[in-house]
Every structure is written in structure tokens, then in C-alpha cells.
């Protein structure tokens, strides 16, 4: 893999870090990535938090700055992400950094929050196999905060988490409602009852 040097702002601090082509958004945070950074609220202080889809971990590093006495999971199934997210965590000394392929993860944990700028581009019945994958393992009374732009479809992703979670786990009690509209992109909140 042929790394480059990255600098960018995590956490209120400029930081070098390390990109490579191949992953979503070598050059640095992308405009929803940043938007979500800046609009959601900030992860829980403690538990177990989730980035899905974290390219070279901008979501998930900024997680684990924010709340040191978290564990984030920080999963993607480009094992060049992975790998990215995971020298990146070891520059910035982030030892609450777990970062693997989503088949890596523990099938029984549950999750504080989940923040995401889920891969929209991968197609719609993937992106809902994603989705259903993650979001039914928020702990009770725990929320996700997804970015996704107005013109990839987010008003449709909205009414189709707020139909089919309800109907396929009705014994969580999922409320599904858009958080912010921010510079073309919504921040979707999924909450668990």
C-alpha cells in the first residue's frame, strides 16, 4: 500500500496522519463526514461505540479523542481502511481504537452510539443489508447519527428506517427522525426505545 501524509483537524487539533488511494476519501474529512462531525452531539463519555464505514478513521478517531474511556469499533470491509484507521489510532497513542472487518466483531455486542456516513454508493439493498446489520445492536435508550446528502436519497433512507425498523424489530421500540439539515446533508437519528 503506498501511504502518503494527511493533515487534517481531529478534535480541534491539526494531526498528521496517513491515507493511501483506494478507501473512500483519501484526501482528507469529506463535506459529510465533516458535517456530522460538527452537528451531532458528542458520543457518550464511556461504553462501546461504533463507526461503520470508517474509511481511515476520521469518525472513529474523533470518537475516541472525544471519549477516551470509550471503546470504538471502527469497522469497514476495505482492509486497506482497516489497516489505515488502525496506524492512525497508534499516532495519536488511541488505544480504545478497535478497528477490523465487520465479520471481526463480536455478533453479541451492543452499542452506546453508532455514528456514520454510511457507503451510500454501494447500492440500496446493500446499504439496507448494513443498516439492518448494525442499528438493531444499539443498546435500549442509545442512538445512531447517519449523515447522508439530500440528493443520494437521505428523505428516502429516513422513511424507509422509519417503516422497516419498527416493522422487522418491534420489540425495540426504534423512533427514526432527521436531526439537522446541514450544507445539503441530513443527520438522520435512530433511536432505540
Known amino acids: 500500500m503506498d501511504r502518503r501524509p494527511l493533515s487534517v483537524e ?3 487539533v491539526r494531526r498528521t496522519l496517513v491515507t493511501a488511494g483506494g478507501i473512500f476519501s483519501p484526501a482528507g474529512v469529506d463535506k459529510g463526514t465533516a458535517v456530522l462531525l460538527a452537528e451531532a452531539p458528542a458520543p457518550p463519555a464511556g461504553g462501546r ?3 461503520i464505514g470508517c474509511g481511515w478513521g ?3 478517531l474523533s470518537m475516541a479523542l472525544a471519549s477516551p474511556d470509550a471503546t470504538v469499533y471502527a469497522v469497514d470491509v476495505n482492509k486497506r481502511a482497516v489497516t489505515l484507521t488502525q496506524e492512525n489510532a497508534r ?3 488511541l488505544s480504545n481504537v478497535i478497528a477490523s472487518v465487520p465479520s471481526a466483531v463480536d455478533p453479541t455486542l451492543e452499542f452506546d452510539a453508532i455514528y456514520s456516513n454510511p457507503p451510500i454508493r454501494v447500492g440500496k439493498e ?3 443489508s448494513l443498516l439492518l446489520l448494525w ?3 444499539l443498546k435500549a435508550g442509545a442512538t445512531a447519527h447517519l449523515v447522508v446528502q439530500k440528493n443520494l436519497g437521505a428523505d428516502s433512507l429516513q422513511r424507509w428506517l422509519a417503516a422497516e425498523l419498527p416493522e422487522r424489530f418491534e420489540n425495540h421500540g426504534f423512533s427514526v427522525r432527521r436531526a439537522s439539515t446541514s450544507k445539503s446533508y441530513r443527520i438522520l437519528e435512530v433511536t432505540r426505545a
Open 58 to 60: 476520521p469518525i472513529a
Open 91 to 93: 499516532t495519536l497513542n
Open 49 to 51: 461505540l461504533l463507526d
Open 135 to 137: 442499528l438493531p445492536r
Open 10 to 12: 481531529l478534535g480541534g
Open 126 to 128: 446493500e446499504l439496507h
